[in-house]
């Protein structure tokens, strides 16, 4: 599977930006699809994450009540939508796809996924 993201940008605080992420090669196999984040000088972390059918939907703690994530199994692509953004927002957003049906548990950590995108900015200025 090959993760292609966009969306990134430059925006102020308090406005919105939508990424989004298309799947090309094996794409029959992604169950989960979702997004991870890394702020400068900081450890990569989880943001969301969504189930095939969209059953099942992770955010993390800070972003909950700001993100949406969503999908088009036609189109094989993902999305953030994000809203209220922050400065703490700030980081490169990567995409991922998992070919595993885990838990729920299991929505937040790197270890369900199989494929990276290759990551696109998002710088929230104050």
């Known amino acids: 599977v090959q993760l292609q993201a966009c969306g990134g940008g430059l925006v102020q605080a308090g406005g919105s930006l939508r990424l989004s992420c298309a799947a090309s090669?094996?794409?029959?196999?992604?169950?989960?699809m979702g997004w991870f984040r890394q702020a400068p000088g900081k450890e990569r972390e989880s943001v969301a994450a969504?189930?095939?059918?969209?059953?099942?939907?992770y955010y993390a703690g800070s972003v909950k009540g700001r993100f949406t994530i969503s999908r088009d199994n036609a189109k094989n692509t993902v999305y953030l939508q994000m809203n209220s953004l922050k400065p703490e927002d700030t980081a490169v957003y990567y995409c991922?796809?998992?070919?595993?049906?885990?838990?729920?548990?299991?929505?937040?950590?790197?270890?369900?996924?199989?494929?990276w995108g290759q990551g696109t900015l998002v710088t929230v200025s104050s």
């Open positions: 090669g094996r794409t029959f196999s992604m169950y989960y």
């Open positions: 991922v796809v998992g070919e595993r049906r885990g838990s729920y548990d299991l929505l937040g950590s790197e270890r369900l996924y199989d494929y």
């Open positions: 969504i189930s095939l059918n969209g059953d099942r939907i």
